[in-house]
């Protein structure tokens, strides 16, 4: 298989780049290891712009996901305490990952885009623009995305070394089992060292979670189970989601070569 261009990582980004591709008629092929719908460790915060800009890919339809609802503003806290409400200059919409990436994933198949779920990757070399599968299936490309996240596979092709150094976790909450009747978004400040804590409301739960600079010492299940009850949510710590993420870091020298 041959490709003008192959992405690693059917996320938002990844996906949204393989829209502009095929809006510009070049072929592209898209690199997942899961299987879509499948669900992602995320608040689902999408701001107006990036709301607008969703419009420019040419998706065919406007996304209208069930779950999701629109944020006119954030509330401020101090740890529990409340400190404001904050109006936003545009709207956020809170959208359910599982449906949200689903719709942007269906919407480049139907323009003709490749995608390759359930797929991993054994070896990318850029000498001769090869990617092997774990099925020994070779694809050759002109230019590679790499959109796969802070430990994916190409980000170790930019700095060997490097390392994610935010760790978050998250949990997704019945709405009937909570207090909180509120659509705008809230912000937790003072829980944890260089870090935050959320709720992101959608209609049928609350996305709710924290992120920080990571720390080795810190026992994140505890401090989110402190958090958690702080707030007056209780669940099964079997139900935390964690995960790694750059936190603060940029490349500066992202790969781009040409031929």
């Given at each position: 298989?041959?490709?003008?261009?192959?992405?690693?990582?059917?996320?938002?980004?990844?996906?949204?780049?393989?829209h502009n591709i095929i809006n510009n008629n070049l072929s592209c092929c898209i690199i997942d290891k899961q299987v879509f719908p499948r669900n992602k460790l995320c608040a689902g915060g999408v701001t107006q712009?990036?709301?607008?800009?969703?419009?420019?890919?040419?998706?065919?339809?406007?996304?209208?996901?069930?779950?999701?609802?629109?944020?006119?503003?954030?509330?401020?806290?101090?740890?529990?305490?409340?400190?404001?409400?904050?109006?936003?200059?545009?709207?956020?919409?809170?959208?359910?990952?599982?449906?949200?990436?689903?719709y942007l994933v269906r919407a480049y198949e139907k323009k003709g885009g490749k995608l390759l779920e359930n797929t991993k990757i054994k070896n990318i070399d850029t000498e001769n623009n090869i990617i092997t599968?774990?099925?020994?299936?070779?694809?050759?490309?002109?230019?590679?995305?790499?959109?796969?996240?802070?430990?994916?596979?190409?980000?170790?092709?930019?700095?060997?070394?490097?390392?994610?150094?935010?760790?978050?976790?998250?949990?997704?909450?019945?709405?009937?089992?909570?207090?909180?009747?509120?659509?705008?978004?809230?912000?937790?400040?003072?829980?944890?060292?260089?870090?935050?804590?959320?709720?992101?409301?959608?209609?049928?739960?609350?996305?709710?979670?924290?992120?920080?600079?990571?720390?080795?010492?810190?026992?994140?299940?505890?401090?989110?189970?402190?958090?958690?009850?702080?707030?007056?949510?209780?669940?099964?710590?079997?139900?935390?989601?964690?995960?790694?993420?750059?936190?603060?870091?940029?490349?500066?020298?992202?790969?781009?070569?040409?031929?």
């Amino acid at each position: 298989m041959n490709y003008d261009v192959v992405i690693i990582g059917a996320g938002p980004s990844g996906i949204a780049a393989g829209h502009n591709i095929i809006n510009n008629n070049l072929s592209c092929c898209i690199i997942d290891k899961q299987v879509f719908p499948r669900n992602k460790l995320c608040a689902g915060g999408v701001t107006q712009k990036t709301f607008e800009l969703l419009k420019s890919l040419n998706l065919g339809q406007e996304f209208k996901g069930e779950n999701t609802i629109v944020s006119k503003g954030v509330s401020i806290y101090l740890k529990d305490k409340y400190i404001t409400d904050i109006a936003c200059k545009g709207n956020t919409y809170l959208v359910d990952r599982f449906e949200f990436d689903e719709y942007l994933v269906r919407a480049y198949e139907k323009k003709g885009g490749k995608l390759l779920e359930n797929t991993k990757i054994k070896n990318i070399d850029t000498e001769n623009n090869i990617i092997t599968l774990a099925d020994n299936q070779n694809i050759k490309f002109k230019y590679i995305i790499g959109a796969d996240g802070a430990v994916g596979i190409t980000r170790s092709l930019v700095d060997k070394d490097i390392k994610a150094n935010g760790f978050c976790l998250q949990v997704d909450i019945d709405k009937i089992n909570t207090s909180y009747n509120s659509d705008n978004m809230a912000m937790y400040y003072g829980v944890l060292p260089y870090g935050y804590g959320w709720i992101f409301p959608k209609k049928n739960h609350l996305s709710v979670g924290f992120i920080g600079e990571y720390d080795k010492k810190i026992d994140y299940k505890c401090e989110f189970e402190n958090f958690l009850n702080n707030i007056g949510i209780n669940c099964d710590r079997s139900e935390f989601k964690g995960a790694f993420i750059p936190f603060g870091q940029y490349l500066n020298k992202p790969i781009n070569k040409e031929k």
